[in-house]
Every structure is written in structure tokens, then in C-alpha cells.
């Protein structure tokens, strides 16, 4: 499949597409040929769609990059949810939280709206972004999927990516945290009309339909830069938690960073979940699983070389820094 020779005309191609398809977008290109390298386009928009709209399109060649790293094969022979695993009773169903209509796209970012978010703000819009999300998929299930025959039997996880604050990558998982277990107790949190947004979504029966959650807030471009080939015009600044309280501070030249493809995704399991699905088959060094009981009770796994929360790419040229990715 040719991701990169333009289909559309210029104007219409995604901003990060075309950062893409730039003299510095080549290391990215060699990480993406990887990732789409068996990926079926079964209705012939995928290049179109990933040309033009970019998140969502990346966001489904970096899960089938993982799926394919865990052993997990895909059945492409069914139309949905986006990915059917051949060989384990799961599926999953890929989205992004994306920005509210009136916000800054993170595409349109500048050191000046990053360092102007208030960061309880920022947490409110991406739980609201992410809530958004997973009730729309949750929907998805109960008018559409759950009456396919193939999905008998078969657990249904959505797989979030955040894109919602122009700082997504810095964000975490704490607001993910917050809208399906409700650490805190807050119960609801407002949106800005003053609708109720209710939290602790896992901490009752409504969304049983849903096995687990799979997210990332740094499967982004930032990403395929981590893992390419470029040079050190390219550095890192990420940030580490070990142990679930140790706090890794990284600063560091491309040549010396290391990030693997499953670092910064996260599993949540539903312990109200009428299918349940063995959280096994997400394990993996890179991927911190939080896995609840109906009590409350939580059992959280950690990396040996500290769960990746952040990390942002600075890209150096002459004469100014530029933030080139999360």
C-alpha cells in the first residue's frame, strides 16, 4: 500500500501528513512502511483517509504494528469492528479523542498555546474529549456490532488515542483514570454548557458490553520519530514512573534515546465486564495494564525500566527550537 505519493490535491492534505511526506519525515516513513506492511484497506479509503484526516489513520497502523508485535493476527475478512483477532475470542474497535470544535488542533501548536493551557483545564477537556470517544464506540456496539455473528462470545475492547489539547503528549493517563474509575470521587465533572459528564465508568455494570480500554497519549508522530533512523537534530525529553512512585527525568539526543514500540500503552480492564477477556494477551514490558476487581481493588503492572508518561521531540535548527512532535 503507497501511504506517501499524494492521491489529493495539496490543500487538502493534512498538516502532519505533509510533515510526513517532508525531507525530515524520512525516518517516520521507514517506521510506517513497517507498520502498514499487511494491513488490509477493505473499503479503499484508508490512503485517502490517512492523507487527509492523518490521526485516526496512524492511530490504526500503530495498533495493527502492535498486534502484530504481540503475535495477535487479524482477520481482515470481516468488515468490524477495525480489528478481529483470528485467533483469540477479542475485538477491537479504533478512535481517537480528538479536539472540541472551538479548540487549537494539535497540529496548529506553538509554544505559546502549550505554555497557556492550564493544566486542570486541560485535564477536564481530555476527560470530556475521552468520555466523547468511548461512548460513541459504546454505541457503536449496541446498535451495530453487538448483533454480528462473529461477535458471539467475543470481547469487545476500544483502543483510545489522545489527540485532544494541542499538549496531548504531555497529558498521561490520568484523565483516562479518572473517567473510568474515579480515583477521587468526583462522580461527575461539567461540561462548559453545564451538561454532567459522570466518572467511574467501570465501577458499575453500564458499559459491560466493554471488556478493556487500550490508550496511548504518546502513539503519535512523535512515535515513528522515537523509532526511525534520524539524527540528532532530533532530541528527547521524556518522562518515566517506576515502581509507581519513582519519578525517570530523560533528556537526551536521538542517538541515545530509547523507546520501544509499546511504550506509553496502557490496559484497563472493566471488572464489570459480561465478557471477560484474559489481560494476558496485552502482556508486555511496554504496556502498563490496570487491572480492576469489583471492589475497588486494583492490580497495576510496571515496566522494570519505568512506564513512559510523556515525551515530546525537539527538532534543532538553525537559528531556533521547534517542538516538532509529542
Not at 479548540?103 to 485535564?123: C, G, H, Y
Not at 489539547?165 to 474515579?182: E, I, K, S, V
Not at 520501544?260 to 490496559?267: A, N, P, S, V, W
Request: with cysteine; charged share 25%.
Amino acid at each position: 500500500m503507497d501511504l506517501f505519493t499524494p492521491i489529493v490535491e495539496e490543500e487538502k492534505l493534512h498538516k502532519n501528513f505533509a510533515r510526513t511526506i517532508s525531507r525530515t519525515g524520512g525516518g517516520v516513513r521507514e517506521v510506517l512502511k513497517y507498520w502498514v506492511d499487511g494491513f488490509t484497506d477493505r473499503d479503499g479509503k484508508f490512503v485517502r483517509e490517512f492523507q487527509t484526516t492523518y490521526n485516526s489513520s496512524f492511530w490504526e497502523l500503530y495498533l495493527f504494528a502492535v498486534l502484530k508485535h504481540l503475535g495477535i493476527k487479524v482477520d481482515f475478512t470481516f468488515a468490524s469492528p477495525d480489528f478481529v483477532a483470528a485467533d483469540h475470542p477479542c475485538a477491537i474497535e479504533a478512535t481517537i479523542a480528538g479536539h472540541a470544535a472551538d479548540a487549537v488542533a494539535e497540529w496548529e501548536k506553538t509554544f505559546e498555546v502549550i505554555l497557556s493551557q492550564d493544566p486542570k483545564e486541560a485535564i477536564n477537556q481530555t476527560t470530556i474529549r475521552l468520555a466523547n470517544a468511548l461512548r460513541a464506540k459504546s454505541a457503536a456496539y449496541q446498535t451495530k456490532y453487538s448483533v454480528l455473528p462473529h461477535m458471539a462470545n467475543r470481547a469487545y475492547v476500544v483502543a483510545i488515542s489522545n489527540f485532544a489539547t494541542p499538549n496531548f503528549y504531555m497529558m498521561g493517563d490520568t484523565a483516562l483514570q479518572r473517567l473510568l474509575y474515579d480515583p477521587a470521587g468526583e462522580k461527575t465533572i461539567a461540561k462548559a454548557n453545564g451538561a454532567p459528564v459522570p466518572l467511574g465508568l467501570f465501577r458499575n455494570d453500564g458499559m459491560a458490553h466493554i471488556s478493556g480500554i487500550l490508550y496511548s497519549s504518546v502513539a503519535s508522530f512523535g512515535k515513528a520519530r522515537a523509532l526511525g533512523p534520524d539524527g540528532d537534530e532530533f532530541n528527547f525529553q521524556a518522562g518515566r514512573e517506576r515502581n509507581g512512585h519513582e519519578r525517570i527525568s530523560i533528556i537526551a539526543k536521538k542517538s541515545e534515546y530509547n523507546e520501544t514500540l509499546t511504550d506509553g500503552l496502557r490496559y484497563f480492564s472493566n471488572p464489570f465486564a459480561a465478557t471477560r477477556l484474559d489481560a494476558q494477551l496485552f502482556r508486555d514490558d511496554g504496556i502498563k495494564r490496570y487491572l480492576g476487581e469489583k471492589d475497588g481493588k486494583m492490580l497495576i503492572t510496571c515496566s522494570p525500566e519505568g512506564d513512559l508518561d510523556w515525551r515530546q521531540v525537539i527538532h534543532l535548527v538553525p537559528k531556533q527550537t521547534q517542538i516538532q512532535s509529542g
